[in-house]
């Protein structure tokens, strides 16, 4: 079975290690599981980051307070079960 690609934040080094570190001071001290998947490549972050907020963290999101669980479900079910 095909598995998506992440980096553990504690193993994180280098410049994913400051991403880790930035993450969790926007974040209230968690990495989300997305952002895990989004260390693999550090062009694609914050874009998707922008996203990610855009569409998760506003009030005013397009998706419903269930379509954010459903979706945070499935992406921590990928990195094996995050916060």
């Given at each position: 079975?095909?598995?998506?690609?992440?980096?553990?934040?504690?193993?994180?080094?280098?410049?994913?290690?400051?991403?880790?570190?930035?993450?969790?001071?926007q974040?209230g001290?968690?990495?989300?599981?997305?952002?895990?998947?989004?260390?693999?490549?550090?062009?694609?972050?914050?874009?998707?980051?922008?996203?990610?907020?855009?569409?998760?963290?506003?009030?005013?999101?397009?998706?419903?307070?269930?379509?954010?669980?459903?979706?945070?479900?499935?992406?921590?079910?990928?990195?094996?079960?995050?916060?």
């Amino acid at each position: 079975m095909p598995n998506i690609m992440t980096i553990v934040p504690e193993q994180a080094k280098g410049l994913r290690k400051l991403f880790f570190r930035w993450v969790r001071g926007q974040y209230g001290g968690i990495v989300p599981g997305v952002f895990q998947v989004l260390a693999i490549d550090l062009g694609v972050a914050r874009p998707v980051g922008a996203l990610y907020r855009h569409l998760h963290l506003r009030k005013s999101s397009s998706l419903s307070r269930l379509q954010r669980e459903m979706l945070a479900t499935v992406v921590n079910g990928k990195v094996g079960g995050a916060p």
